[in-house]
């Protein structure tokens, strides 16, 4: 079967190409590399040792995805593409309206106007909003605090509004936690353009000492040790969740959360990065980041009963990976 993925050049797009390839579907990416590099696709065709169809293309121009659609007997889409900064959503909001609602009708339009009937999009734990954790599929959606989860938010109602009316036209939405971590090649993982928004990016780059120190954005929250609690999931086992997704798609909306159902302080997985690595990773604690919850975590059942997944790599797997796929800049560098 032919898979199109969009933003398969990104994080989380890239792992999963590798599932899918290895799971022995084609895969065709469209991405603008705009928070890529084509070089990515390279590495993933290294890793499978098979080739992939790009097309360097936005997905928010309907010409462009019909070409694709035209030119390829699409089985199936899974779309990643898209911007996923929460504090830039905050001050650049009409662009991710722009980028993440226009691709999400544009695709959807496309796919009832070529008869393809499965449709996987990478949501977001963050549409839960303030509810009460474990968070659980079948929670009503609580305003989220940035215009980045309430795009996540609307395309899922496009979906699940487009599913309704068209009886052939099955979705799977997958909230993620938070992704971490990289292949066990060290050759993809996650590459962020500046200094990094996210936890373990941050953490590695402390590590390697590109950044000085790590600031804990608070430590007196509700928690085991007051600083914020995350359901961190290795991307590989993310991108495995979406083949079973694929694999197992019922007809009309089909709703799961991706995570290990696990929750992990910042300090805990500080010092679980230093022991995995043998590493220091200094840091200092500072005020609360705006907009962050306490406590973010899943309840994992539906994902295990209907799709028969689970994640199955832990936190110093996750370390590890990351840790190593920082270093392939370090050996890249002595060359
Ligand atoms: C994790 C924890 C921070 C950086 C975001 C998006 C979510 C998803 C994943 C796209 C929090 C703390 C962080 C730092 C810190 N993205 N932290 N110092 O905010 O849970 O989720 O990324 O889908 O939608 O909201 O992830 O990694 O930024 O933060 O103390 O330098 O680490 O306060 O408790 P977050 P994060």
């Known amino acids: ?72 007997d699409i089985d199936g889409v899974i779309h990643f593409s898209g911007l996923k900064a929460v504090g830039e959503s905050v001050e650049k909001p009409l662009d991710y309206y722009q980028n993440n609602i226009v691709s999400t009708l544009i695709l959807s339009k496309v796919c009832q106007k070529y008869g393809v009937r499965r449709f996987v999009f990478s949501s977001s734990a963050t549409v839960y909003g303030e509810n009460e954790v474990p968070f659980v599929e079948t929670m009503n959606l609580l305003p989220t605090t940035n215009p980045y989860g309430e795009t996540k938010a609307m395309s899922e109602r496009i979906l699940t509004d487009t599913a309704k009316a068209n009886s052939t036209f099955s979705v799977s939405l997958l909230r993620y936690f938070n992704p971490v971590g990289a292949h ?3 050759l993809i993982g996650e590459s962020p353009n500046g200094v990094p928004n996210n936890l373990m990016p941050y953490v590695t780059q402390v590590a390697q000492g590109k950044l000085e120190k790590l600031r804990v954005f608070g430590n007196d929250y509700p928690t085991i040790d007051g600083t914020g609690v995350r359901d961190y999931i290795h991307v590989m086992d993310l991108a495995e969740g979406h083949v079973a997704a694929l694999e197992n798609l019922k007809e009309g909306v089909n709703i799961y959360n991706l995570g290990t159902g696990r929750g992990t302080s910042v300090l805990e997985l500080v010092h679980a990065f230093e022991e995995a690595n043998g590493v220091e990773v200094p840091y200092e604690i500072v005020d609360r980041r705006p907009g962050d919850i306490a406590s973010c975590y899943a309840d994992v059942s539906k994902a295990k009963e209907e799709l028969g997944w689970v994640a199955r790599r832990d936190i110093v797997d996750m370390c590890r990976d990351a840790w190593r796929f920082e270093r392939k800049y370090e050996v890249e560098s002595l060359f």
């Open 1 to 72: 079967m032919n898979i199109l993925v969009t933003g398969g050049a990104g994080y989380i797009g890239s792992h999963t190409c590798v599932a899918l390839l290895e799971a022995g579907y084609s895969v065709i990416v469209a991405d603008n590399f705009c928070n890529s590099q084509a070089e990515t696709l390279e590495q993933v065709q290294q890793i499978t040792n098979k080739d992939i169809t790009f097309y360097q293309i936005d997905v928010t121009e309907e010409d462009s995805v019909e070409s694709i659609f035209f030119n390829h």
């Open 184 to 186: 066990e090649s060290g």
